[in-house]
């Protein structure tokens, strides 16, 4: 069996394949199978009359860290985001949901002069479908939204970091191998699993009972600056990836 690999004009090595007859295709580089397993280590020195594979320089091994690092922390952000909050909305502690179904249920409860109905949790876990006028509504709603700007917060200091670094071992260090620390020993709660109280929703809690003209409109502007917030949320993860060039 002959293993050989790609590589890009820069030599990063961009694919792998094996033959069993010793024919490589065009442009193919032979390689061990070492090599080919474990291809991001290595690069391909053009340079040479015979292309060979070679170690892969720091440059490229510190890009591949970060691009991973950075996947990983987005995960994580938007794992963070639709893992609940804490709000004291009725007075007391209570935990809400925030998967994208509870958002709008929570703007919709908020537009609403009737306000809504919402589940939420009480400190022993236990999850009710609890009624909401629509200042409470609308201190669930703010509460959220910090909730949600925490979330990218942590995330836009973190990706900071793993861009300023400039070795292996400092990127992987601000989001380590678990997942949950840093270098600088912060704990990452970002891999909270998802709240059980969203699996005792209802398709009926999306629709509120509250047809006044105002109320729509408010309903309507709300939902729009949602829409509004999850697009450019989703344009900055795809930016700090590195899939755009400018960041909103």
Known sequence: MIYYVFADSTGKITGVGQTPDGTLPLNAVECTATEAAGFQQYAVDLSAAVPAIIPAPAAQLLAQSQDAQITALRAACQAQIVAGFSSAALGSS?????????????????????????????????????????AQA????????????????????????????????QAQAVFGNDGERGHDGR??????EALPGILHRQEGDVAMNDATPDSQRRLTRLESEMALFRASFDKYMRAVAGEEKRLP
Request: charged share 10%; aromatic share 6%.
């Open 138 to 169: 609308i201190q669930a709603r703010a509460d959220m939204w910090a909730h949600i700007q925490t979330a990218q917060a942590r995330y836009a200091m973190l990706l900071a970091q793993v861009r300023a670094a400039t070795t292996v071992a």
């Open 94 to 134: 209570a935990t809400y949901g925030s998967d994208t179904i509870t958002q709008s249920n929570i703007t919709r409860a908020a537009a609403s002069a009737m306000g809504g109905s919402l589940w939420v949790a009480d400190s022993s876990g236990a999850w009710t479908l609890a009624a909401h006028t629509q």
């Open 187 to 192: 704990v990452m709660a970002m891999k909270e």
